[in-house]
């Protein structure tokens, strides 16, 4: 491929949008935010364009983007050798000042690899000079275990980009050049620099604890960067449209951040405490805005209901004539003025989260909701005119047994029972989606120290959960095989040893059983392991806000089959008991 090739295709995919921003380079710090991934995924990332615009909003710096091209498009790039280009002005990424990467999945890590490679900037750390763009990676996976990407990072940004792209416009402004800018990132909250640190190792091969560079403010861990309050913050918003992309030309608007019910195996719900709802008038504003650019909103939250002002804003949105879509809803939040909003907006499915069908395994995994509450809410949404469920399944759950197995298909046909009773009345049968993961106990988590489940009794698992679900009308189970979980779950668990296992994934096509064995790199020792006894875990590098005790509290309480029930929970117990007693 040709540079004046890639130019044309930077051109025809400016052409089509809406909102990019174009400055003059002068004396500006040169930012290429990247997402390692394909153009048609990245635009669809709301944290990605939120940064796109945190940067840009600095006078001082001008940002444009990069992304994974097309396989086609790939291939010739890495056949002509020609180096990739930034979209808004097709500058050549290796003469950029800084490479961003937006990293919110462990599946793209290779991906960063070969933007690396296409941009001819050495992958690893350690070979870069003055003469390299700064790299530094960010994104969701950074607030679980960076880990894995850090020998290939010159800093990693942990947090949220509210908060981190200021600190990082501060620092570049003092600094006299990239040691100097590096040594002043380092005390910075939410500012990992890996090569100031130096992790330590056991004899049985686990880790022991970091220590940092002498002659360096280096703290011990990192705290996460995060804002303390969103009352006077915009929400995050598409800021380009594009009909280019997974989500089409849609407005996603974050309206919660952060979720106070804290199951067990959710990195995302510890991670981004406290929960900060943004401001109803700016939400507003900000779809009021957009509106002539698109007909359809995507509400983002872990929580949704948890904003306060949600069924106003539902109304609202409805009166702009928006078709509403919202994230995954919780149940314990479902109301019939939120189903009939969302119906009228021409809404036709809803996702929910049992995660499994027995009362008893969601205390264990502390999942507030019974299977009563479940069919409730069920029947209000059929009842409301939803005609379509999305389901939301974990197996490999702690303490699992077959009869939780087949709860999972027992409250599935309940749920199919209701939907069955509401279509004969329209006339129309709508269909119910399971969505079936393995468990991988994450970072950051009450299950952290827990090894994963025997691949060979998860497989069993799976089939079992096939043959249950088979042949039932309008009912549709999709079920990860626990190979893909594997490889997940390594680059998840994983440490800087686990690195030489990226790069040679990213040299073969992503073959991971080879990647994993030409690099003998252990999988099973960090896969397989009980990692409770170990001294230092590597995400501890990472300083989320939650304590040890705390998770490790929660752990005992789950072998209890106990819930910690949100503050909500709570005053609604408060308000039953004198009724019970």
Known sequence: MKSWQQRERALATLSKEIGYTRKPHGDRLHVALAFPNTYWVGMSNLGFQTVYRLFNAQDDIVCERVFLPPKQELAELLASKTAIVTLESQTPVNEVDVVAFSVSFEWD???????????????????????????????????????????????????EGEVLVPSF?????????????????????????????????????????????????????????????????????????????????????????????LCRFCWAGYNYLPVRAFPTDRILHVADAARAHANRVGLVSIALCDHPDIERILARLLEMGYAISPASLRLDDLTEPIVRVLRASGERT????????????????????????????????????????????????????????????????????RMMKHARMRGQVGRIVGSVNPLIPKPGTAYQWLPMEDPAITDKKIKRLRSLMAGIDNVYFNIKSERHSYYQALLSLGDRRVAPAIEVAERNGQNWRAAVAESKVDADFYIFRDRSRDLALPWDIIDGGMKTSFFQAEYAKSLREEWTLPPKRQQENARLLPVIS
Request: a negative charge; one cysteine or more.
């Open 350 to 417: 809803i996702t929910i989260a049992p995660e499994t069908g027995s009362d008893r395994l969601r205390r264990v995994i502390n999942k507030t909701v019974t299977n009563d509450e479940i069919l409730d809410r069920a029947e209000l949404i059929f009842a409301g005119g939803i005609e379509n469920l999305k389901l939301y399944y974990m197996i490999g759950l702690p303490t699992e047994t077959d009869e939780d197995l087949v709860a999972i298909r027992d409250i599935t046909l309940q749920m199919r029972d």
């Open 109 to 159: 890590y290779v991906n960063v690899l070969t933007l690396l490679r296409l941009a001819g900037i050495p992958r690893y750390a350690a070979e870069r000079t003055e003469l390299h763009p700064l790299v530094v990676v960010g994104g969701a996976v950074t607030f679980v275990n960076p880990e894995p990407l850090a020998p290939f990072a010159d800093v990693i940004a942990a947090g």
């Open 169 to 261: 416009a501060r620092a570049r402004r003092a600094a006299s050049g990239r040691a100097d800018l590096l040594r002043r990132l380092a005390p910075e909250r939410g500012f990992y620099v890996p090569t100031f640190y130096e992790p330590h190792y056991g004899a049985d091969g686990g880790l022991t604890g970091f220590t940092a560079s002498a002659g360096v403010d280096a703290p011990v861990p990192v705290r996460k960067a995060a804002l303390k309050t969103t009352d006077a913050v915009d929400p995050p918003s598409t800021s380009i449209f594009t009909p280019d992309t997974e989500f089409g030309s849609r407005l996603l608007v974050e309206v919660v951040r952060g979720c106070a019910n």
